[in-house]
């Protein structure tokens, strides 16, 4: 029990899924239930700020019984260490981007009289949170939790990361042996609309032979990788899933012009704007190659994107995170302690002022260099 006066908090759950959400969640309910606090869920992300829907939670780990998850006045986040997935969100929610749909949300936080709001999510979710601090009151205060795949906060590990890694390097580590033993390529698209780190990290970790980032590669370098193939029984080339997205955007419209007469046909997947017939990034990767009429007569597979790694319960590492992460939030809520989101780097539990997160989708250049060993 803290020594702090008894706050009313609210959890959100926000971003693109990611192994981890309701993990932490469990961890914060209990840090914060521990202290005296009262805490409740958004139902559906920042969504439910804006059309007002909230779950008592509390976190009990003597219970034996397991309560239905949106029938009950309270939840037991204490099952939430075991469930896959983010219990509480719903697709992105791209409107929040907007300060009058932000001014509705702090309304609502005002009005079920929150002094606490903790964020969990990505780089999205981060600028979310900090629109929302600037219309609350000094008195009411926001934290944040980095729960993203993508690895693309600065300053911080992000909850996620590690297992989706490790999920990715597995998937890999199968499709090398199924390579080697057939003699074909594998161009693999692994996730990342903005960043390598898991398509670059998923390479290492899964002995393949080269990774692609998002930038678009240039000619001389197409030629260079067909040529290396080439060479080769067996290849697995990792291609982050933003890739080259304008460009394949930009085909996609031209095609759909060519054939429609309309100038653009689009439609909205979680705030980004996509077009109908949009490539994958393994395939259009394998095009290029082809292309370059540099690849030889070798069998090439293109692999779609696997979502399904998002679904991956945590392992110990961002089980560890969740836990110094939740136990951090809880500190600094207790000390009365400036908006900030909770960080962990080289093994040091720390903070940052909200205001200063910011986006970091660059990989390390030494690693890119180790995931190519062509």
Request: neutral net charge; contains cysteine.
């Amino acid at each position: 029990m803290g020594d702090s006066e008894p706050k009313r908090i609210c959890l959100v759950q926000e971003g693109g899924n990611s192994p981890g959400y309701n993990t932490v969640t469990a961890f914060l309910v209990e840090q914060l239930g521990r202290r005296g606090h009262a805490v409740w869920v958004a139902r559906e992300g920042f969504r439910s700020l804006v059309e007002p829907a909230f779950l008592r939670l509390y976190f009990d780990d003597e219970s034996a019984v397991k309560p239905e998850f949106f029938e009950e006045p309270s939840f037991n986040a204490r099952f939430l260490l075991d469930t896959r997935g983010a219990a509480f969100r719903s697709e992105r929610y791209p409107q929040f981007k907007n300060e009058k749909t932000q001014k509705v949300a702090s309304a609502t936080v005002i009005a079920q009289g929150f002094s606490v709001v903790i964020v969990m999510g990505g780089n999205g979710s981060a600028e979310g949170v900090k629109g929302l601090q600037r219309l609350l009151p000094a008195r009411i205060r926001c934290f944040f939790v980095p729960v993203t795949l993508d690895s693309d906060i600065a300053h911080t590990e992000c909850i996620g990361q590690h297992t989706a890694a490790e999920v990715g390097s597995e998937r890999v580590r199968r499709l090398v042996a199924d390579a080697a033993t057939h003699r074909r390529t594998y161009v693999v698209e692994m996730m990342g609309s903005e960043s390598g780190f898991h398509a670059v990290h998923s390479c290492i970790g899964g002995g393949a032979h080269y990774a692609v980032s998002t930038e678009p590669l240039v000619q001389k370098s197409l030629r260079d990788l067909a040529e290396a193939i080439s060479k080769r029984r067996s290849t697995v080339v990792i291609v982050a899933a933003g890739y080259a997205s304008s460009e394949r955007q930009a085909e996609a419209e031209r095609n759909v012009r060519a054939e429609t007469g309309v100038k653009a046909i689009s439609f909205t997947d979680g705030g980004r704007r996509e077009y109908f017939g949009v490539q994958g990034a393994a395939e259009y990767l394998c095009r290029q190659l082809v292309h370059t009429g540099a690849l030889a007569s070798i069998k090439v597979v293109t692999e779609s994107w696997s979502r399904d790694l998002r679904g991956a319960l945590p392992n110990n590492v961002d089980t560890f995170l969740s836990q110094v992460m939740a136990r951090e939030i809880a500190r600094l809520v207790d000390t009365d302690a400036n908006p900030a989101m909770a960080t962990v780097l080289n093994g040091s539990v720390d903070s940052v002022p909200l205001a200063d997160i910011a986006t970091d989708n660059s990989v390390d250049p030494r690693l890119i260099a180790l995931a190519n060993s062509l």
